[in-house]
Structures are given as C-alpha cells and as structure tokens.
C-alpha cells in the first residue's frame, strides 16, 4: 500500500495505542504499521513514508506522555488532527500455568505503573519492576521468559500467548488515556462547535510575571485552558517551553485573537492544530467572547475611525 494510505502508531501489535487506532472508522482502510516509539512512529511521517501516526499524548492519572511532547516542540513541524480518549484497565498477562505467588518481576510502559502502583504493593508487594518499551513489549519479553508477568491490555494475551491471571486493575476509577492522530501540516479540519487547538510556546525574556502575561492571552478573552505542561528546552537548567491546549477552533475569533497575542509576546509560538474533541464538549461562552461580539467591537473601531463612533 501507498504512504498515503499507511498509519503508524507505537507497538508492538497489541499495545493500547493499536486499540485506539482501530477505534477510528478510517483504520478499517489503512495499513497499520507498528513502530518501537512514539520517535519511529512520528519520523515516518515526517519522512512521508505515513500519512499520520497514532500516539499517545495525556493520560488522566500520570498526566502528559513526556515523549509526545518534546517530540512535537521539535524537529520538523507536524500537526494534530484527531484525538481518541480510551477507557484503561491493565490485566496482568503470565506464561500459562504462572500462579500469582509464582510472580517476583513484572513489566509495562513507565506511564503503566503510577496506574497499578496501589495494587501491586498490596498484591505483590515483593515483585520487583522493570520498564518496558510499550505494555505490548512488556508482554513479548515474558513470553519470552525474560520477565514473569506484564502488565497490558487484556486484550494482548492472545497475540503473545499468555494467559490474563488477573483483570480489571486499575487504582484510579475512570483512569483514561488519550492518543492523538497526527499527520503534517496542513489545513485545519472546519470548527465542529466542540473543539481544541494545541500549541506550544517559548518565552521571550524569563521575568516576573512572564507567564502570567502568556496565561493572561487566554483568560482576558474567554478561552478556557484545558492543559499546560512544561518541557525543558535542553537550552539549560531553568529554561522551558510550555504545551497548551485550550477549547476552541482557530477560526473562531476568541482563540485567533489569542494565537496572535502569544504570536507578538513569544520567541517562538508552534501551532499543533485545532481538531474536534473526543468528547463533543461544547464550550460554555462568557459575554463578550463570541464571534460577534468581536465582530461588533470590530466595527465599532473602524466607525470610530470614520468619526461614526
């Protein structure tokens, strides 16, 4: 199949990320290729040998996926054009015939173990842990005996050939990961009503306040910020960039008003994109956030310059 029509996404086959991309109506017609990280998967998009790589970017206990981020503040610019929220329960995969007192090492992504940290001190407070590249990977390696449980979707016990000894593990309720569909760049998709658009931001001059001046772009025209992290720029100690994402379309006037803010008070502003969101939510608009609110105090400048005012 063509570039065109191949999507990457962390694996190996059997990973969360590979349940998310399946949830898409599109995969049905991709070849899914799975890539050995988030790097691999983005960079064969940037080489165009993919069209768009899966990748997860947040999850709701552990927060931002480190990798993610620093891999869209750099390098060659990608965008964001879809994101999948997925539900997240481990199970815990053995080789068959394991019993749990046989467990002394276990597996998973790092971002799996703040996820299970409360159930493995209680039900198996002496195994000892050992991160693997992706939870699918961490099934492959005790499948090949180099661990003796992995913590994954229970799903993935099939395609390694081990067995779910334990299901549903979880500490937080409702614990969520989100991924998002990543191509590049491009026309944003048109505003559904219910969107979000990331970016990521470099300071000018570090000062007093100079974040609060950046937060300020968003709050003094009623945009609702969804998530900010900070990332080291490898610049040196101190010195960090910021990954936004706020409700919202780039067309809508609220949100274009606050990218041309941050666009004159940055260095370096990168826009990853404005794309619907998962859940549908609609913002709740304050009084004089709207497009025509802006519309109006638009026209009200210029029939002021026409001495109309």
């Known amino acids: 199949m063509s570039p065109a029509s191949r999507y990457t996404y962390l694996g190996p086959e059997g990973t969360f990320t590979e349940a998310a991309l399946r949830s898409l109506p599109e995969a049905a017609t991709r070849q899914l290729v799975p890539m050995v990280s988030v790097a691999a998967a983005l ?15 947040e999850n709701s206990v552990e927060g931002g996926v480190t990798a993610t981020l620093d891999e869209l503040a750099s390098g060659e610019p990608l965008m964001i054009y879809r994101e999948v929220l997925l539900p997240i329960a481990f199970a815990l995969l053995v080789r068959p015939g394991t019993a749990l007192e046989d467990v002394r090492t276990v597996t998973g992504h790092p971002v799996a173990q703040p996820q ?5 001190a209680a039900k198996l407070p002496e195994a000892v842990w050992e991160s693997a590249a992706s939870n699918a990977d961490g099934a492959r390696l005790v499948r090949e005996g180099r661990y003796d449980a992995a913590f994954a979707g229970e799903f993935a016990a099939a395609t390694y050939g081990l067995e779910a000894l334990v299901t549903d593990i979880h ?9 998002v569909l990543v191509g590049r760049p491009a026309r944003p998709a048109a505003p559904t009503g219910a969107d979000k658009t990331s970016v990521v931001m470099w300071l000018r001059k570090d000062h007093p306040g100079a974040l609060l001046e950046l937060l300020h772009e968003y709050s003094s025209r009623g945009v609702n910020m969804m998530r900010i992290e900070s990332r080291p720029t490898g610049e040196g100690i101190g010195r960090y960039c910021f990954s936004v994402d706020c409700e919202g379309h780039i067309q809508d006037r ?4 606050v990218l041309m803010g941050l666009r004159r008070s940055c260095r370096e502003v990168r826009f990853l994109g404005s794309y619907p969101r998962a859940d549908a939510v609609r913002p709740t608009l304050e009084q004089g ?6 519309t109006a105090a638009a026209d009200w400048v210029l029939r002021c310059m026409d001495g109309r005012g």
Request: avoid cysteine; glycine fraction near 6%; aromatic fraction near 8%.
């Open 43 to 57: 960079d064969a998009v940037r080489a165009g040998e993919a069209a768009g790589a899966l990748v997860p970017i």
């Open 289 to 294: 956030t709207t497009d025509a609110d802006f």
């Open 116 to 120: 299970v940290r409360n159930w493995l």
């Open 171 to 179: 500490d937080a309720e409702n614990a969520v990961t989100r991924f």
């Open 254 to 257: 609220r949100v274009a008003d």
